[in-house]
């Protein structure tokens, strides 16, 4: 991979399902290149909504302390979108012209905002 690429929450919570370990091995496999490389990244939008599922809707919820060293680790390197004025009216745009929901829009246009070519919200088949 050398395209830029965005990598959605969804990409983040595979990678501690159990259930599914092939879907686990691809998302860290994606995110392990997103750090080594620096190509892959997230918004400030992936790691609230990551923490927000692995502290409350994990089968086996993250202690405080292990999602603090998973941000540290892991989402802090990889995010470069931050909310501003121009994300949300792009966002808003996004959702008028698709009827994709606001989120959803948001995560588009932070993806769009970085110029990637490539938004993961399913790991790739490797």
């Not at 686990?24 to 997103?34: H, N, P, Q, V, Y």
């Amino acid at each position: 991979m050398n395209a830029k690429y965005f990598i959605d929450t969804n990409i983040i919570v595979y990678g501690f399902d159990d259930r599914q370990p092939e879907m686990k091995g691809r998302s860290f496999s994606l995110i392990t290149d997103a750090l080594q490389t620096g190509i892959g990244i997230i918004s400030w939008q992936v790691i609230q909504e990551f923490l927000n599922v692995a502290t409350r809707k994990f089968k086996v919820p993250l202690k405080a302390e292990d999602a603090k060293l998973y941000l540290q680790m892991v989402l802090h390197p990889l995010c470069q979108v931050f909310p501003d004025l121009d994300l949300y009216q792009r966002a808003l745009d996004i959702q008028g012209k698709t009827n994709y929901s606001f989120y959803d829009s948001l995560i588009l246009a932070g993806a769009l905002r970085e110029k990637c070519s490539i938004l993961y919200s399913d790991p790739p088949k490797i």
